[in-house]
Structure formats: structure tokens, C-alpha cells
């Protein structure tokens, strides 16, 4: 499948989903190696996607040296309408990306094409939030103002969705090159190649590869900012192969976000809304077996299988490392003799699909050190927990390394409030979870996270302060 797309020059020209490239210098680069990833509902071979050698990535780094000087110099508000024309362009072609996703990545399609509606209102929203230069002091003898210039090549290491990184990256004037997932690289070498006809060329670059990929970029000299997203292990060593060369770093690492559930809560309302990317739940024990059945109720009812069947709500998980991870917390859940409330079959029957599946598993208060509590299993294995008290609750929600999200469920917003400015976290919602937003800031505390993305705070990760103070005189 082609899709035509209108340049800004007025040449039509064509995304091919079904052959993917390197993008280096404002060109489609194949390489001698290439490999695949399975579609993990089906496990058939997606597309071959190329793997780099070290010369590529030098190649790219130097053309993308001498694009950021030109893109630095470009007036803002010219960057800014660059980013507005490219989400625009992503829009248009929105239903395209969103099935590759899902090929890729195995999200249900619904999810998927949410998805993309966000990744279009992230790249609009930075692109329109404010950077003026701040004025410190304007008096008669003297002025003094700073101003945020760019790095110069930044580097943005993704999962899958890069759009988060790319807005800021571009908008304040850094040239930068993103780096996929192994295990899912087709959207966003999708994305760079879209990129094209909207940035000059090396502005935007993108890079396929194999495990060599990431150090060789954290350790290039050539690179002066690292924005990696992923887990706390892989991020302690891109920190410490930026450090040899001081690069900028910002790093968003997995979270183990808590839920505090309280007793004034509507029971099945909330059951409902909490389903998604908690990944630790606490409810108050006056509520608490009722909790369960209503949570146990919603679980039941999400439908597992290929996301691109009508009515799915739970894909697959991405990968095999992945999902043979998932399994040992699965084993653990069994060895330990821990309560299943529902759930915990690992999809080994090929019930749920030959893919790597797993069925939504709900653990009935498990102990506090038990390795479904203190670690994030990256699949659909919850846990509930019972509380007794405000102090009890949020000393046992703040004792883990993870300090991405959490939420806080209740009625009475002044204790919703005070709970919430008590938790460890980067990110707390009351009454919601996940609510993510592009002009806000977003990033961990303690050892999930370095710097923050989104926001003006954002921007600003990409770029050096620089004062200027002035005689009037």
C-alpha cells in the first residue's frame, strides 16, 4: 500500500508501507543488513527494516551537524508553522499509521488510532506553547534578559511514538535524529520520511538497527543531547555513556504508578475508569471485597486478541523477551501461592491466538514485598492491596524506586489533594489516570527519570540558557 502526499513544493510524493528506510539527509537509505520483527497477534514477519553500520551513523551525525546551525537560525515562528505543517500532513495519513501500529506493535485498533490523534495534538500544542526570551531586569542604566539557544543535535531514543520528542526537539532549533525501538521501528521511520518534505534536509533523520545502534549514538561526539525513554536498567547505561562526553540527558524510565482508592468513591464508576496503566491498586478495606468484584466484573469483560479485530480491548504484548517476562511474574504469582482473583493464564494454549497473549489477571492483596507489588510487569497482571489508613497507605504507595505517576480516587477533594501533594511522583491525577497533557510537564522522580518532557519545561531540555546583560548607555 502507497499513500501520495503534497509537498510544500507541490510534488506529490509517496509513503510505501511496504518498504522502509533509513532517512539520512533528506533521503531513503537501504543498508547491506536488514532484519524484521514479527506482527506479535500473528507472529508473521513484518517487513524487512535496515540495520545500520557505524559509518551510517557518522554520515548522519554530520549532515545533521550542518543542518542545525541553518535550522538554529531559522526564525522561530518558521519552526513552529514547520511542526504545524507536519502534524497537519500526519493527520491526513493518520488511519495508515494507526494500522501499521497495530501490525507492529499489537495495539487494538481503537487504541491505536487514539494514538495518533494525540501524536498530532502533541506535535500542534508544542508548537504553539510560548518561548519568549525572559527579562530579568530593565531599568535606566541596564538590561538583562535570557534567552534558551538550541544544543545543536539532539537524539531521540523511543519505544515506539517519537512524536513527543520530535516537537520540542524541532521547534527549538536542534536538528534531530530518532532512534527506534528494535522491536518496533516502522512508524517511526514512517515518521521521518513524512518529515522530509516539511524540514531541510538532515534536520530530520531517523535510523534503524540492532543493539550496537543506541551506544554508538550515546557515545558519538558528535551528539551534544540524548532524550531516551525506556527502563531504568538501559537508562542507567545511556546516562553513563553520555557522561564521557557531557552530553544533555533527559531519560523517562518505567513507572510503578500507585492508585489509591477511598471509601467514598462511586464502586463500579471507578472500577471502570481504573483499569488502564495502574499498575499497583489500593483500596480501602471498608470497600474493598465489593472493589474486587467490580474490578473483577471489568476485567472479565475486556476481550483479548488481534488488535485488529472489532471489539478487542487487550493486544498482545510486543515481544517475546517481553512476554516471557510477563510469564515469570505469572510463575511467581503461582509459586508463592498468592490469591488469583481472576486471570493467569499466559496464553501458552493458544486460546486468546498464537501470538504472544496474555490473559488480564487480577491478584487478590498480595504481600507488600512480593514481586507483582514491588516491580512493573509491563503486561496485564494487577494487583489490589487493602488499606486502613491515610498515613498507612501513602507510606506503602511511596516505598518503591518508581516515582513516575500515581492517582488519587475520591470524593472529598481536599483529602484527594492533601494525599496526592504527599505521594513520590512526577505525575499524580485525582480521579483520573493518565491524564497526559503536551503543555505540561512530565517526568520521574527518584530512579525513574532525569529532567522532564513536555511544557515550556520541555523545551528548554533541548537547549542552553544563555543571559545577556546590556548597558542602556
Known amino acids: 500500500m502507497t499513500v501520495e502526499t503534497q509537498t510544500n513544493g507541490g510534488v506529490k510524493q509517496k509513503l510505501d508501507w511496504a518498504t522502509f528506510s533509513n532517512v539520512v539527509n533528506g533521503k531513503l537509505v537501504q543498508t547491506s543488513k536488514t532484519r524484521h520483527t514479527p506482527n506479535p497477534s500473528t507472529l508473521e514477519a513484518n517487513p524487512e527494516v535496515p540495520v545500520c553500520a557505524l559509518q551510517d551513523v557518522d554520515e548522519a551525525v554530520a549532515h545533521a551537524r550542518v543542518a542545525a546551525k541553518k535550522w538554529a537560525a531559522t526564525p522561530l515562528a518558521q519552526r513552529q508553522q514547520a511542526v504545524l505543517d507536519f502534524a497537519g500532513a500526519l493527520r491526513e495519513h493518520a488511519a495508515d499509521f494507526a494500522a501499521m501500529l497495530t501490525r507492529e506493535q499489537g495495539k487494538p485498533t481503537f487504541l491505536a488510532h487514539d494514538e495518533l490523534n494525540r501524536s498530532v495534538q502533541w506535535l500542534e500544542d508544542q508548537a504553539k506553547l510560548p518561548f519568549p526570551e525572559e527579562l530579568v531586569e530593565d531599568n535606566k542604566e541596564r538590561i538583562v534578559k535570557t534567552r534558551y539557544v538550541p544544543l545543536g543535535v539532539a537524539v531521540a531514543i523511543v519505544p515506539w511514538n517519537s512524536c513527543g520528542k520530535i516537537a520540542p526537539a524541532l521547534v527549538t532549533g536542534n536538528a534531530l535524529i530518532i532512534k527506534p525501538s528494535p522491536f518496533t521501528p516502522y512508524c517511526n521511520l514512517k515518521l521521518a520520511e513524512l518529515a522530509q518534505q516539511f524540514f531541510p534536509p538532515g534536520v530530520v533523520q531517523a535510523l534503524s538497527g540492532d543493539d550496537n545502534l543506541g551506544p554508538w549514538l550515546t557515545a558519538h561526539e558528535g551528539i551534544d543531547k540524548v532524550s531516551f525513554t525506556g527502563s531504568t536498567a538501559t537508562g542507567k547505561l545511556v546516562m553513563q555513556s553520555c557522561a564521557k562526553t557531557l552530553k544533555r540527558v533527559t531519560l523517562e524510565l518505567g513507572g510503578n504508578d500507585p492508585a489509591i482508592v477511598f471509601p467514598d468513591v462511586d464502586i463500579v464508576d471507578t472500577a471502570t475508569k481504573i483499569c488502564v496503566a495502574i499498575k ?96 512493573e510487569p509491563f503486561g496485564p497482571v494487577v494487583p489490589l492491596l487493602k488499606f486502613d489508613s491515610e498515613e498507612d497507605v501513602i507510606a506503602r504507595a511511596n516505598n518503591s524506586e518508581a516515582g513516575l505517576g500515581a492517582s488519587v480516587w475520591s470524593k472529598d477533594l481536599q483529602r484527594a489533594e492533601r494525599v496526592a501533594s504527599q505521594l513520590e511522583a512526577g505525575s499524580v491525577w485525582v480521579n483520573s489516570h493518565l491524564d497526559l497533557r503536551p503543555d505540561a510537564a512530565f517526568g520521574g522522580h527518584k530512579k525513574r527519570g532525569l529532567g522532564a518532557e513536555w511544557g515550556v519545561v520541555g523545551l528548554r531540555g533541548y537547549c542552553n540558557a544563555q543571559t545577556i546583560t546590556m548597558p542602556k548607555a
Open 280 to 375: 499497583r491498586i489500593y483500596v480501602h478495606a471498608s470497600i474493598y471485597q465489593p472493589f474486587l468484584e467490580a474490578f473483577v466484573a471489568v476485567t472479565k469483560s475486556l476481550q483479548v486478541g488481534d488488535g485488529m479485530t472489532e471489539g478487542v480491548f487487550v493486544g498482545p504484548i510486543q515481544n517475546k523477551m517481553q512476554y516471557d517476562r510477563v510469564k515469570g511474574f505469572l510463575d511467581d504469582v503461582h509459586t508463592s501461592k498468592a490469591n488469583v482473583a481472576f486471570g493467569g493464564s499466559d496464553g501458552a494454549d493458544g486460546a486468546m491466538g498464537k501470538g504472544y497473549f496474555v490473559q488480564p489477571t487480577v491478584i487478590d492483596n498480595p504481600k507488600d514485598n512480593s514481586r507483582i507489588v514491588m516491580e
